[in-house]
C-alpha cells in the first residue's frame, strides 16, 4: 500500500499539429484528492485520458493502483472509475437501466441493492426511471457521479466535476466527494477550473501550462509561495506570466 | 464488493450487459422496431405478388415462384446482418458513449460479440414474422427449404457480420462522415451476388467477381435446392470458407481502428 495511487513519469502525447502532453511526471499519494489546474488547451483532459486508458501517450510510463496502465489496464480498470459533465449517459434509457447496465459491466453481484442505495445517497431516487436525457444539469451530474460510484472505486477521476452547476448543487456534489473520500479512503484526482473548489478539496495541486507540469503543491504552499491571497490569483499569475515557468516533476 | 479482476478472461456478463444495452434501446423506440418489421413485410409482400402474376403468366416462373420469395428473405438477412450491427454501433456514437464503455472492463471483443448478437436478434425480428406471413398469403413456406435454410442462413449472417465491422472500423477511423456506409454498401453487392438470377446471367469477366462473394454461393445453392432438390455442399463449403475469411478481414480491420481510435484521442470525442 506504499506505491502511490498514481505515478506518471515523462509523459508525453504528441499528435502530428501540437503536442498536448509535453513530459509531465507526478505522483499522487493514496488516499488525497488532488488537482490537475490550468487552463483550457494546458493538457488536463489530455492527461486524464491518459490515465483511463482511453488514449494511448507517445511516451512515458503510467502506474495506477500499482499496475502499469499501458500493460495492464485491465486489472485496474475495476478499481477506478470516472465521470465528466461533458460525457453524458446515453439519454433514451432510464436512469436505473443506465445504472444497471453499468453495473453489470464491473461485475456487481448485489446491483440492485447496490443502485438504490447509491440513489438514497445522492438523491437520484425520484428520478430513477426518467430517461437520462430527461434530467436537469444538477441532476445529470449526481446521476453521474452514481454511475461513478457503482463500484466504489479506490481511484475516482473527475473532470470538472461541477462545471455548469448551481453553487448550492455545486457545494452539495463537493461535500459529497469529501465524504466519500473520507469513508472510503479512495484517492479522488480532478481537472478543475474552479480554484475555491481545489481549494477546499484538494491537498495537492499540480499546475498545467502549454502540456506541462509548470508548479505543484498544497493550495496553502501555492498561495503563499506567490504571495497571493487565493488560488485563482496564482492561477492568474502562471496562466499569464510569458514563458518563464520552469517546469517541475 | 466482489469484482472480477482476470486480465483477458471473456465475460459473458459483460457481453449481456452491452446487450441489454441494446435491447433497452429497441424496446423504448417503437418506431424503431416497427422499422424491424416494415421492410421485410413489405419486401415479402411485392415479391410474393409479382410471384403469384408470374405464376400464373411464365411457365419458367412457374417453378420459380418460391424462389423468388426465398431469394427476397434470404437477402433480408444480409442486409439486416450488416445494418444490424452497424445500427447498434451507430447507438453508441450517437450517444458518444464510447468514453464511459471503455474505462470499464469491457473489452473491446465482447462489445462485438453483444453486436453480433443484437445483429443476429435484429435480423430474426425482422425476417421469421415476414416469413411466417407468406404462409397463409400465398401458401409458401420458405421452411420447407428445410435444414440447408439454416446453412443460407448462417453463412449469409456471417458475411453480414464481416462487412457491419469493416464498416464499423471505417467509421471508427472516419468518423461519423462514413456513417452513410453503413446504409448503402451492401446494395453495391446485390448485382453481383445474384440474389434473382442464376450467375450465368452476368458476362463472363463480372462472374469472376462474383464467385468470390459468399452470398453467391448462397442464392446459387438455394436455386439448386429449390429447382432440382439437390443441395450443393461445395456452394456451403466455399461460401462458408470465405465467410471466414471475410470475417477475420472485418475483425481485424474493426480492432486497428479501435487501436487507433485510442492513438488519436477519438474514444473520448466520437459522436455527432
Redo the contacts between chains.
Keep these: 500500500m506504499n506505491e502511490p495511487a498514481v505515478r506518471v513519469e515523462n509523459l508525453v502525447k504528441r499528435y502530428p499539429t501540437a503536442v498536448a502532453v509535453d513530459g509531465i511526471s507526478f505522483t499522487v499519494p493514496r488516499g488525497v484528492t488532488a488537482a490537475l489546474l490550468g487552463g483550457n488547451g494546458a493538457g488536463k483532459t489530455t492527461t486524464l485520458s491518459i490515465l483511463l486508458g482511453l488514449l494511448l501517450p507517445s511516451a512515458g510510463k503510467v502506474q495506477v493502483l500499482g499496475e502499469d496502465m499501458l500493460r495492464h489496464r485491465y486489472r485496474v480498470l475495476p478499481r477506478m472509475n470516472f465521470s465528466s459533465p461533458f460525457v453524458d449517459l446515453p439519454h433514451r434509457l432510464t436512469v436505473r437501466q443506465n445504472l444497471l447496465i453499468y453495473a453489470r459491466l464491473y461485475g456487481l453481484r448485489a446491483r440492485h441493492q447496490r443502485i438504490e442505495q447509491l440513489a438514497s445517497d445522492l438523491q437520484i431516487s425520484a428520478f430513477l426511471e426518467r430517461p437520462a436525457g430527461k434530467l436537469s444539469a444538477g441532476q445529470k451530474t449526481r446521476v453521474a457521479l452514481a454511475k461513478a460510484l457503482l463500484n466504489e472505486p479506490e481511484l475516482l477521476l473527475l473532470d470538472e466535476p461541477t462545471a455548469s452547476l448551481d453553487p448550492d448543487t455545486g457545494d452539495w456534489v463537493r461535500g459529497y466527494l469529501e465524504g466519500y473520500r473520507a469513508r472510503t479512503g479512495a484517492t479522488i484526482l480532478m481537472a478543475s477550473h474552479n480554484m475555491s473548489e481545489v481549494e477546499r478539496l484538494c491537498s495537492e495541486v499540480m499546475m498545467m501550462k502549454t502540456g506541462r507540469i509548470v508548479d505543484g503543491g498544497s493550495p496553502r504552499a501555492l498561495i503563499d509561495r506567490y504571495g497571493r491571497t487565493n488560488l485563482e490569483e496564482v492561477f492568474l499569475h502562471i496562466a499569464r506570466e510569458p514563458r518563464s515557468m520552469v517546469p517541475v516533476s | 464488493?466482489?469484482?472480477?479482476?482476470?486480465?483477458?478472461r471473456l465475460?459473458l456478463?459483460?457481453v449481456?450487459?452491452?446487450l441489454?444495452?441494446y435491447l433497452?434501446?429497441l424496446r423504448?423506440?417503437w418506431p424503431r422496431t416497427l422499422e424491424l418489421l416494415y421492410w421485410p413485410t413489405l419486401q415479402m409482400l411485392i415479391w410474393g405478388f409479382m410471384s403469384q402474376f408470374l405464376y400464373v403468366n411464365s411457365s419458367y416462373v412457374f417453378r420459380a415462384f418460391g424462389v423468388l420469395l426465398a431469394a427476397v428473405m434470404l437477402w433480408d438477412v444480409l442486409f439486416r446482418g450488416q445494418l444490424g450491427l452497424s445500427m447498434s454501433f451507430l447507438?453508441e456514437m450517437w450517444?458518444?458513449?464510447l468514453?464511459?464503455?471503455?474505462?470499464?472492463?469491457?473489452?473491446p471483443y465482447e462489445w462485438v460479440l453483444s453486436l453480433l448478437s443484437m445483429s443476429m436478434i435484429r435480423v430474426l425480428l425482422g425476417t421469421v414474422p415476414a416469413a411466417l406471413l407468406a404462409i397463409p398469403l400465398y401458401h409458401y413456406s420458405i421452411f420447407a427449404i428445410g435444414l440447408p435454410l439454416i446453412a443460407f442462413f448462417a453463412a449469409l449472417l456471417m458475411m453480414g457480420w464481416a462487412l457491419g465491422l469493416a464498416i464499423c472500423g471505417l467509421i471508427l477511423r472516419q468518423g461519423m462522415g462514413a456513417e452513410g456506409l453503413a446504409w448503402t454498401v451492401v446494395f453495391t453487392l446485390a448485382p453481383i451476388s445474384c440474389v434473382y438470377y442464376p450467375v450465368s446471367t452476368l458476362p463472363s469477366w463480372l462472374q469472376h467477381a462474383a464467385w468470390v462473394l459468399p452470398s453467391t454461393y448462397v442464392f446459387e445453392g438455394m436455386r439448386t435446392v429449390l429447382f432440382s432438390g439437390v443441395f450443393r455442399a461445395d456452394y456451403l463449403i466455399s461460401a462458408v470458407a470465405l465467410d471466414i475469411v471475410y470475417l477475420v478481414l472485418g475483425a481485424t480491420a474493426f480492432f486497428l481502428s479501435f487501436?487507433n481510435a485510442?492513438?488519436?484521442?477519438a474514444?473520448?470525442q466520437m459522436g455527432e
Design positions: 464488493m466482489r469484482i472480477m479482476r482476470s486480465e483477458f465475460s456478463g459483460r449481456w450487459a452491452m441489454l444495452r433497452y434501446l423504448s423506440s447507438e450517444a458518444r458513449n468514453g464511459h464503455l471503455f474505462v470499464t472492463p469491457l473489452r487501436h485510442r492513438r488519436r484521442g474514444l473520448l
